[in-house]
């Protein structure tokens, strides 16, 4: 049986972040790699494809940095 895989929505997923990056609060996975147990993700802004960075794809997972999806900035704040 296969193993099963870790985070396996994430490519194309959206996320509100809690502060803003480089200018930016909504971002987007493009990309995904697995390296020994951990997985990571490449995040792009929504509004500016050179603003892009790679993140511990655990670190989603925390509510007080990320929101799943593409929150209004009121809700954040």
Same mark, same amino acid.
């Given at each position: 049986?296969?193993?099963?895989?870790?985070? !396996?929505?994430?490519?194309?997923?959206?996320?509100?972040?809690? @502060?803003?990056?480089?200018?930016?609060?909504?971002?987007? &996975?493009?990309?995904?790699?697995?390296?020994?147990?951990? &997985?990571?993700?490449?995040? &792009?802004?929504?509004?500016? !494809?050179? &603003?892009?960075?790679?993140?511990?794809?655990?670190?989603?997972?925390?509510?007080? @940095?990320?929101?799943?999806?593409? @929150? !209004?900035?009121?809700?954040?704040?």
């Amino acid at each position: 049986m296969p193993k099963k895989q870790k985070f !396996p929505y994430l490519l194309g997923s959206q996320w509100t972040a809690r @502060q803003k990056i480089d200018g930016w609060i909504h971002f987007r &996975v493009i990309n995904r790699k697995n390296q020994g147990k951990w &997985v990571y993700a490449e995040m &792009v802004a929504a509004c500016d !494809p050179k &603003v892009r960075f790679w993140i511990n794809a655990k670190l989603l997972n925390d509510n007080s @940095q990320w929101k799943s999806g593409w @929150q !209004p900035i009121q809700i954040i704040e």
